[in-house]
């Protein structure tokens, strides 16, 4: 019996390549989930709250002009910013309280540890340095690198926008979040010291209308928080 020929079984070229750009972002997808799904083991409000971010960074990124590799980096800096915390001990992540000095030193370790676990996955290097400088402050004053103004990365002051406004409006068993608009009005008051003015004034532009609908959605009334 002859032996079917190899150029019957090669697939025509273009099918080839749609093929394997499907198998990659397919794969891509189930890695992000996987770390995602990784994040809730550890810290179920961790893993709620890269999920929130993900959804108003891609607004803010969009609002902004971000091109669409750059949206990429964005979804996947939001939703895996916190991803180091993986190494942080849960004493020290589930601390109902102040952290001291030296519990916080090492909490401020976790923008490195997720870096360097993100770098090691071909495609995903550049949100490792996105999630890598996620709390640079917009005055040089953040950490690990003190980059300031536009050395940071432009994914990394969303995330750092977004994230503390989060932080601020969620509850947690030992304290109750703060009503929307005193996030709203702290994200103001740090604009230009924290927090890039114009990442500010892009996210309040929506923000301050629709939180009440994101929140009563999320299950976490604002009310609640009052
Ligand atoms: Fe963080
Ligand atoms: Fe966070």
């Given at each position: 019996m002859l032996a079917p020929s190899s150029n019957l079984l090669r697939t025509p070229d273009p099918l080839r390549v749609k093929l394997v750009e499907e198998q990659v972002t397919t794969l891509r997808s189930s890695v992000i989930c996987a770390f995602n799904q990784l994040l809730d083991l550890k810290d179920l409000n961790t893993g709620v709250h890269s999920t929130r971010l993900a959804e108003w960074g891609m607004r803010v990124g969009q609002e902004l002009g971000l091109e669409e590799p750059e949206l990429q980096n964005l979804e996947v800096a939001a939703l895996l910013?916190?991803?180091?915390?993986?190494?942080?001990?849960d004493a020290i992540l589930k601390k109902p309280g102040r952290l001291d000095a030296e519990e916080y030193a090492l909490m401020k370790k976790h923008p490195e540890y997720g870096w360097a676990v993100l770098r090691m996955l071909p495609g995903f290097e550049r949100a490792a340095l996105d999630i890598l400088h996620h709390h640079e402050n917009f005055d040089g004053k953040?950490?690990?690198?003190?980059l300031k103004e536009l050395e940071i990365p432009v994914v990394s002051r969303i995330v750092s926008v977004i994230d503390a406004f989060d932080a601020m409006v969620s509850s947690r068993p030992y304290r109750v979040g703060l009503p929307h608009e005193e996030a709203i009005r702290r994200l103001i008051e740090s604009s230009g010291t924290q927090f890039d003015p114009t990442v500010v004034q892009c996210f309040i532009s929506f923000a301050q209308a629709e939180m009440a609908t994101v929140f009563a959605a999320a299950g976490t009334s604002v009310s609640s928080a009052l």
């Open positions: 910013h916190d991803i180091g915390k993986v190494g942080i001990p953040g950490y690990p690198a003190g």
